[in-house]
């Protein structure tokens, strides 16, 4: 018996969705509360992602900008930082709270994280903040188009909120990641080798 095919979300469409603008609308107005921003400092919690002034910062549904704008602050005008955001009313508000702040290094691009069609190892710092664990944004699908984007050296820099919901066990199992730290409550990690230590052993051998 033949199976039907999986049905895929496109997260594209799903940001030019009315209703779903709407939804998440009336989200971004706890989104940008004062009461969050004194409860979670957004300036601490980027500070356990290791962002430095001069760094590439990709980052993955922005939201209403409540991280953006103090990402580009701390990587300066040396630094680049490239906001994703599908939804469509929400990447809006981030461009415009962009414009107004007068900030030069911020690209905002209406796209999902799983095509991100950035070039290969040109990422120093990947931020999921609050985004995983999400239906649109499947970690098979996306960790390894976060691993292909980051530098050898790169970070990818993990904040779950309201719960960790099993992420930071399934991030190391996926063989993608490793070296997992813990800092002001962001979980960060180094990208593992492309080609399994193992194997290389065996094509130096065969060498």
């Known amino acids: 018996?033949?199976?039907?095919?999986?049905?895929?979300?496109?997260?594209?469409?799903?940001?030019?969705?009315?209703?779903?603008?709407l939804l998440f609308r009336i989200a971004g107005m706890t989104m940008e509360s004062r009461l969050r921003g004194w409860l979670m400092p957004p300036?601490?919690?980027?500070?356990?992602?290791?962002?430095?002034?001069?760094?590439?910062?990709?980052?993955?549904?922005?939201?209403?900008?409540?991280?953006?704008?103090?990402?580009?602050?701390?990587?300066g005008e040396g630094g680049h930082l490239i906001a994703l955001e599908p939804l469509s009313d929400f990447a809006d508000k981030v461009e415009q709270k962009v414009r107004q702040a007068g900030y030069k290094n911020v690209e905002v691009i209406k796209r999902d994280?799983?095509?991100?069609?950035?070039?290969?190892?040109?990422?120093?710092?990947?931020?999921?903040?609050?985004?995983?664990?999400?239906?649109?944004l499947p970690l098979k699908q996306l960790l390894p188009e976060m691993h292909r984007v980051l530098k050898t050296e790169g970070t990818l820099a993990v904040w779950l909120f309201p719960t960790s919901g099993g992420v930071p066990t399934a991030i190391l199992k996926s063989g993608l990641f490793s070296d997992q730290v813990k800092t002001n409550g962001v979980y960060t990690y180094r990208p593992s080798p492309t080609e399994p230590p193992e194997n290389s052993h065996r094509?130096?051998?065969?060498v």
């Not at 991100?116 to 710092?125: C, H, K």
């Not at 094509?203 to 065969?206: I, K, L, P």
């Open 1 to 21: 018996m033949a199976r039907a095919p999986e049905a895929k979300m496109d997260a594209a469409a799903l940001g030019r969705s009315r209703f779903l603008n």
């Open 43 to 75: 300036g601490k919690t980027l500070q356990g992602a290791g962002l430095k002034s001069g760094q590439t910062v990709l980052e993955v549904g922005s939201g209403t900008g409540f991280f953006t704008l103090p990402a580009a602050a701390m990587i």
């Open 113 to 136: 994280g799983l095509r991100t069609e950035l070039d290969p190892a040109s990422i120093d710092v990947v931020l999921l903040f609050g985004v995983i664990p999400f239906p649109t």
């Open 203 to 206: 094509q130096e051998d065969q």
